[in-house]
Structures are given as structure tokens and as C-alpha cells.
């Protein structure tokens, strides 16, 4: 079956960066358009940033564009996410989740598997 799991999250004052890393296995990767989400408490679960298998083709929210970066690494399984200038507002439980397939999507509905996610905790 598949798994993903994140790792990486922390806590840091703002300004700072954090880098997410989400390993894949139960599933041939490569085939896979993976995503980041994030839910802070009492929010909706929302898109952050998405790739597609070839990692040329990358999506962001607009909140986090020119501050946050997706890549993959397909040899290792493994989705990453760098954020740099960290604000208090992107503190969340960050997810990973994969689609098999197709264009980046923004709706978590879209995403067939999820991992357990990881605290990032930014204060001010």
C-alpha cells in the first residue's frame, strides 16, 4: 500500500527556513503528481504547492510564492519543500499527498493518498 511520510517540520522565529522532505514507497513515483497542504487549527486544509512526475512543472498559492520551492527527486522516492521567509501566518500541519498521474490539482479531494503530516511552528 502506499505510505508517505513527512519529515523535517519544526520550530523556527520568522524569517527562517525549513525544509520538508516526503518519502514515497508503495507506488512507482515517477507516475505520481505529488502536493503539499496545509491545515492550521480551525482553518480548511489548503493547497501549497504542487509538481508534476518530470518536476519541470511546479504550482504554488499564491501566499507562499517566491518564498516556498517544490522539487523531487525520483531516484529517492522523495518530494521536498524549502520555505525561506517564514511568516507566523504559514505555522500549519504540513501534508504531503500523491495523485496518480494528470495536472496539478488545488482541491485536497483530488489526492488519493496522504501522509501524517508535520508541525511547522513559526513565531514572531
Known amino acids: 500500500q502506499v505510505q508517505l511520510v513527512e519529515s523535517g517540520g519544526g520550530s523556527v522565529q520568522a524569517g527562517g527556513s525549513l525544509r520538508l522532505s516526503c518519502l514515497a514507497s508503495g507506488l512507482t513515483f515517477s507516475y505520481y503528481t505529488m502536493g503539499w497542504f496545509r491545515q492550521a487549527p480551525g482553518k480548511e486544509r489548503e493547497f501549497v504547492a504542487g509538481?508534476?512526475?518530470?518536476?519541470?512543472?511546479?504550482d504554488y498559492a499564491d501566499s507562499v510564492k517566491g518564498r516556498f520551492t517544490i522539487s523531487r527527486d525520483n531516484a529517492k522516492n522523495t518530494v521536498y519543500l524549502q520555505m525561506n521567509s517564514l511568516k507566523p501566518e504559514d505555522t500549519a500541519v504540513y501534508y504531503c499527498?500523491?495523485?496518480?498521474?494528470?495536472?496539478?490539482?488545488?482541491?485536497?479531494?483530488?489526492?488519493?493518498?496522504w501522509g501524517q503530516g508535520t508541525q511547522v511552528t513559526v513565531s514572531s
Open positions: 509538481i508534476r512526475w518530470s518536476g519541470s512543472n511546479t
Open positions: 499527498a500523491a495523485k496518480f498521474s494528470g495536472a496539478i490539482k488545488l482541491r485536497n479531494t483530488d489526492y488519493s493518498d
